[in-house]
């Protein structure tokens, strides 16, 4: 674009965009993707990225939503503020990293079917993953929430704005073991009411037992019969 908009050669403008860099003008989160700094971000080298997240999907042309950690803390479950910027896309992406800002990347086969909801940015717009959908990820990439009981814990925030029917309703999107973690969780920090529609779903498809913690033995420990759940690990909340 600025090569048309100059009738600069390639070259030129490469070494413009060079130069800007070094000032920190301008930042390339991604090759062939630039963004104007005001003076206010160039410390950090990079703007939020909330505020260009939605332009780089569509620059690559990829479907995307906020999710994790980063969509909880949107969703005002912020006990503890993610380290990184973490997005699902339908295929998988290396992280970017840009100035002082990471982003992560997960991947979601079923991408397009999932619920989000669409908020203003300073620059546009932004795609975050439903409340409901949220809590099924984090107890679905655990390692991407900090472990297990960094899930919990961003659970008994994230609760208060999960709806008990949209949650039912989000349920057939993911795993049936991810649904029944997910309900014996939010029975374990207090929100049991949360999960009762959820409950009959799960209850409804008479699922096999499966373990709190798929990588670790279950021999000896306790069922959890409201969920089918074998309670193979301990979950501590922090407070």
Not at 113 to 119: D, G, L, S
Request: neutral net charge; aromatic residues 8%; charged residues 20%.
């Amino acid at each position: 674009d600025a090569r048309e908009a100059h009738g600069s050669s390639v070259k030129a403008v490469q070494a413009v965009l060079r130069r800007l860099r070094e000032k920190r003008e301008i930042a390339t989160p991604m090759r062939g993707f630039h963004l104007v700094l005001p003076p206010e971000y160039r410390s950090l080298g990079c703007l939020p990225p909330l505020w260009f997240i939605d332009d780089l999907a569509g620059f690559h042309g990829q479907p995307y939503y906020v999710a994790l950690l980063s969509a909880a803390e949107l969703h005002g479950a912020a006990h503890q503020r993610p380290q990184t910027f973490q997005v699902m896309l339908p295929r998988p992406q290396r992280p970017i990293t840009c100035g002082g800002v990471r982003i992560d990347f997960a991947m979601r086969g079923n991408l397009e079917h999932a619920p989000v909801v669409v908020r203003n940015t300073p620059k546009g717009i932004v795609r975050i993953a439903s409340p409901e959908l949220t809590a099924f990820e984090l107890v679905g990439y655990p390692r991407h929430g900090g472990g297990m009981d960094n899930v919990a814990t961003v659970l008994s925030e994230l609760a208060e704005s999960l709806d008990p029917a949209m949650l039912a309703a989000a349920a057939p999107l993911s795993p049936l073991p991810w649904a029944q973690r997910l309900g014996f969780l939010l029975d374990h920090v207090g929100f049991g009411s949360v999960s009762d529609e959820l409950a009959a779903w799960v209850f409804a498809r008479s699922p096999d037992d499966c373990a709190l913690d798929p990588r670790r033995p279950t021999g000896g420990a306790l069922r959890d019969s409201r969920w089918k759940l074998i309670v193979n690990a301990e979950v501590e909340v922090e407070t």
